[in-house]
């Protein structure tokens, strides 16, 4: 059965805000002493520490003086910090030697850093750790956390089955949240409308997607990211004016923090909307690796559309999984956006602000972000199998992606 993760806000009571701090200082000095003991055992010489070494060091350190303090919170989430160390360092190594490719979507890989306290915190509670949900109303959720007690969660949407995990979430604007791994069952999906998608991630849109029917959609960013983005980056020179470690340097970084929270939750919600409707309507979703060279010219909004663009792939991914459709990954060097799919010619690079170009060779008026979907789907080796059993999707798809053809266009807006 597909595991999911499903997250809710938690409201511990003010008694509970000290042992949850004590908790996540526990968690981030664990990580921290091991990061340290692997860095100088790697600068000797002697290589990596193994995970059963980590966790015996972390079992000594609690008899001395100086970490006792340790005990004192439950030792479950001590010992996956030590994991989560483990396998940033796994993950490092693996790319460092060419042993594994970096993961999509990231631009490089660093070894594993120290951990600060203003940033996210988090403990992650396995089975062994013993915590305990329980429902008392429709909207109202307590899950016992070993030393901390019963924290109160509000209940946005039904668990679907006992988690097996629970991770309690400091954010950086103060918030906690707690998030359940769960199993969920497959949803028996409703037949979908086409075979196949294409699917073309932008910045003037979110996504351009065109199907084998022939239908283009484009679906609109949420309006007032852009501003909200804005304000974000007036905030942000604000905080370089203040003095460090001040009271209004405080405040600034939780307006700040509050600032992200509300971006976030507008894209997310946003998200989720347009995966929902590529997943339910399509068998096969061709998407591309994310290649985000072309963004650069952009420089905020780069940084921003990175998030955005991933999150809303993971999501596609987990819903696809979760109703038993597929998802194809186009090749990374595919020249997605400079062939026209109508006739398979390379007419070379577009700048960024080109919407519409004519083919060089066949004389075809094409939608830049239509043209590029079909190309994902053709790269991802889709219209050539359904071509196989007969059909000819692709001089279909190709006509689909014609300016003319537009007037077929189903504009998808935010909704903000
Ligand atoms: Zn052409």
Redo the contacts with the bound molecule.
């Keep these: 059965m597909p595991t999911m993760r499903y997250r809710y806000r938690a409201y511990p009571k003010p008694a509970q805000i000290e042992p949850i701090s004590q908790l996540f200082g526990c968690t981030r000095v664990a990580y921290n002493d091991a990061l340290a003991l692997c860095k100088a055992e790697y600068e000797a010489g002697r290589g990596k520490p193994s995970f059963a070494e980590l966790s015996r060091q972390l079992t000594q350190s609690k008899k001395t003086k100086e970490r006792a303090w340790l005990a004192d919170v439950s030792a479950i989430p001590l010992q996956q910090a030590l994991r989560d160390l483990d396998r940033a360092f796994r993950n490092y190594f693996d790319v460092a030697t060419g042993k594994r490719k970096k993961p999509r979507g990231v631009k490089k890989v660093g070894s594993p850093k120290f951990r600060s306290r203003h940033n996210h915190q988090s403990a992650y509670f396995t089975k062994a750790a013993r915590f305990s949900v329980r429902q008392v109303s429709a909207k109202k959720g307590f899950v016992r956390l070993p030393k901390i007690g019963e924290a109160e969660f509000r209940i946005s949407r039904p668990l679907p089955s006992e988690p097996s995990s629970v991770t309690l979430i400091r954010e950086p604007d103060g918030r906690h949240y707690v998030s359940f791994v769960v199993e969920v069952p497959e949803v028996e999906a409703k037949p979908a409308k086409a075979e196949a998608i294409g699917l073309d991630l932008g910045l003037e849109h979110l996504a351009t997607t065109v199907d084998t029917n022939g239908q283009v959609t484009k679906y609109e960013n949420p309006r007032w990211l852009r501003s909200k983005e804005r304000k974000l980056a007036n905030l942000q020179r604000a905080l370089d004016r203040k003095k460090k470690g001040s009271k209004r340097y405080a405040k600034q970084q939780h307006r700040i923090a509050v600032a992200h929270r509300k971006i976030r939750e507008t894209r997310t919600h946003h998200h989720l909307q347009v995966a929902n409707k590529v997943v339910d309507e399509n068998q096969v979703i061709a998407l591309e690796t994310l290649n985000i060279a072309g963004l650069k010219q952009t420089r905020m909004g780069k940084s921003i559309s990175d998030a955005g663009w991933g999150q809303l792939v993971s999501l596609i991914r987990s819903k696809a999984e979760a109703r038993g459709r597929q998802v194809i990954v186009a090749d990374q060097f595919a020249p997605t956006t400079q062939m026209?799919s109508?006739?398979?010619?390379n007419c070379g690079k577009k700048a960024l602000h080109i919407r519409a170009w004519t083919?060089d060779?066949?004389?075809?008026r094409l939608d830049r972000d239509a043209n590029a979907a079909v190309n994902i789907m053709l790269a991802a080796g889709l219209a050539e199998s359904i071509n196989e059993r007969g059909e000819n999707v692709r001089r279909q798809l190709a006509g689909a992606v014609t300016v003319e053809a537009l007037t077929r266009l189903e504009l998808v807006p935010s909704g903000y």
Excluded at 342 to 345: R, S
Excluded at 361 to 364: A, E, L, P, Q, V
């Design positions: 026209c109508v006739c398979g010619a083919c060779s066949c004389g075809s």
